[in-house]
């Protein structure tokens, strides 16, 4: 598009003054957008962070990812936040946006299934081995999850302390995190003892160093399905479109699939 503006003014710049050709060329072409701006859910931080790397070297697309909890982005979204593309750990967001009017019909894409761990670090001397009976062990005063009421992994977490019977036991030591990320960092500083975080995070070269995990099982909370969809709002929709069919491919898929998500048939 640049190219052919400069082309333009060599064409017609020996009859125009210097400060109109100067316009010309600086003026922004309406529709137009060199920048794909996505709001994400933050489980897929690590994830995400190596697949827009890839996606900016292969398209030469810029992309602005903005992390943090689903429920969060999703009244963002509501109230007229200016993103391209929305990926939510919970699919009925995405899939309320639709219903709304915030997001185009036809492009809802479930991208994932998230799971659920235990994480605690390296040196701990909690017995995470044992699974969610760890929780109860003396050296056990802080428990991290993220804030049920609008990250869906800390719905997930709330369901498998049901699921086991031990929420009453273990709901004095809970602390919330704003979202599952911060709930993983309460763990890995030391503000908590233990964590019930995402796969994604705990699969991470970082996180997968400095800790160690027990996968919760499937069948003890609801499943964690993911959606993605591009936003009426949406200033770039064909950058969008390719982001989202990059995800669907090869390299996209081999990328969600080593940070732990299961992957839609």
């Known amino acids: 598009m640049i190219h052919a503006l400069f082309r333009f003014g060599r064409i017609i710049g020996a009859g125009l003054p210097s400060v109109f050709l100067m316009v010309v060329l600086l003026t922004p072409v309406e529709g137009f957008s060199e920048e794909l701006t996505i709001a994400a859910a933050s489980d897929l931080n690590f994830a995400f962070k190596q697949l827009v790397a890839d996606f900016e070297k292969a398209t030469g697309t810029h992309v602005k990812l903005s992390l943090g909890s689903s429920g969060n982005f999703y009244s963002q979204i509501e109230n007229g ?148 969809v591009i936003l009426t709002r949406s200033t770039n929709q064909e950058a969008a479109r390719a982001f989202l069919q990059f995800l669907k491919g090869l390299e996209g898929q081999e990328v969600m699939r080593r940070y732990g998500f299961v992957l839609p048939q």
């Open 81 to 228: 936040a200016p993103f391209d593309l929305y990926f939510s750990a919970d699919i009925r967001y995405p899939q309320k946006l639709i219903e709304g009017g915030h997001a185009i019909p036809g492009s809802l894409y479930k991208y994932a299934v998230g799971r659920i761990v235990l994480w605690v670090p390296s040196r701990s001397p909690v017995p995470v081995e044992k699974g969610l009976e760890a929780l109860t062990d003396s050296s056990v005063r802080k428990v991290s999850i993220a804030n049920p009421k609008h990250a869906p992994y800390g719905r997930a977490a709330l369901s498998t302390l049901n699921h086991f019977k031990l929420y009453e036991a273990v709901k004095d030591k809970l602390v919330l995190g704003e979202n599952i990320s911060q709930a993983a960092q309460f763990v890995e500083s030391g503000a908590c003892d233990v964590g019930i975080i995402a796969l994604s995070l705990a699969m991470a070269p970082t996180m997968k160093a400095k800790g160690k995990y027990w996968e919760v099982p499937a069948d003890a909370h609801p499943s964690i399905e993911q959606g993605a």
